[in-house]
């Protein structure tokens, strides 16, 4: 299967520990993105990559997380100190850039990594 | 700023039943993409449809309908004569034309749940 995949499916940790989830894309995918998601509400969108830059922080995104795709392939994704309000699904999706600079496909997601912060 | 509403927050119908759900947009652009996805209880989320703001062609696909209507900024989305493998959480997405960043926007979503 080609497809996204994410590892771990599941992160159970306690208050103040550090967690990094790890997204590997659809190979010939050069966008990647981060998103999270709470219980009842739709996809929020974290950060997303252009090959190896990352070119996009949300506001809301707190210092506690940061993200990295160092070869432009897989990424990863690290929140430190962690609170019991980073409890969310962790998304990632990949999208090939089409010629001329404009995103016009479709990005595809992976299955999540569900994260609770005890 | 962008901001998709789904007034549904969670429908329930008969299998075979014809099923609406609603999405309704807010944005500045004059040209922006509608999507819908699909997440069923795996959790992956999956593309169902892009739309174009300045096609306002209504499409079908199979059992599913899109009519967008530009003028009461709405998108929505029929399935007809639905089974319970429809059954799954529906988000109605919006984004400007570069299609990725802080301006790809999701609905709260509609949770479907067909009976049998």
């Known amino acids: 299967d080609t497809g996204v995949s994410q590892n771990p499916r599941h992160k159970i940790t306690k208050r103040g520990q550090n967690v990094t989830f790890r997204c590997d894309p659809i190979s010939e995918h050069n966008r990647l993105y981060w998103y999270r998601q709470t219980l009842g509400q739709g996809p929020e969108f974290l950060t997303y990559?252009?090959?190896?830059?990352?070119?996009?922080k949300s506001r809301l995104l707190s210092d506690r997380f940061s993200a990295e795709r160092p070869k432009g392939s897989f990424s990863t994704l690290e929140i430190q100190r962690t609170e019991q309000g980073d409890s969310a699904m962790y998304l990632c999706?990949?999208?090939?850039?089409?010629?001329?600079?404009?995103?016009?496909?479709?990005?595809?997601f992976g299955p999540g990594t569900r994260l609770t912060v005890l | 700023a962008q901001k998709v509403t789904q007034a549904q927050t969670e429908i329930s119908v008969v299998e075979k039943e014809d099923v609406t759900l609603d999405c309704v947009y807010e944005t500045r652009d004059t040209t922006y993409y509608l999507f819908w996805y699909k997440q069923p209880p795996s959790g992956e989320l999956v593309f169902l449809i892009r739309r174009n703001s300045f096609d306002e062609q209504n499409e079908i696909s199979g059992r599913y309908s899109w009519n967008f209507q530009k003028s009461t900024s709405s998108f929505n989305f029929t399935i007809t004569a639905s089974q319970v493998v429809d059954s799954a959480v529906y988000f109605c997405?919006?984004?400007?034309?570069?299609?990725?960043?802080?301006?790809?926007?999701f609905g709260p979503g509609t949770r479907l749940s067909v009976l049998p």
């Open positions: 997405a919006l984004s400007d034309l570069d299609n990725y960043g802080q301006n790809f926007v």
């Open positions: 999706a990949s999208s090939l850039e089409s010629s001329g600079g404009r995103s016009y496909n479709e990005q595809f």
């Open positions: 990559f252009q090959n190896e830059a990352q070119l996009e």
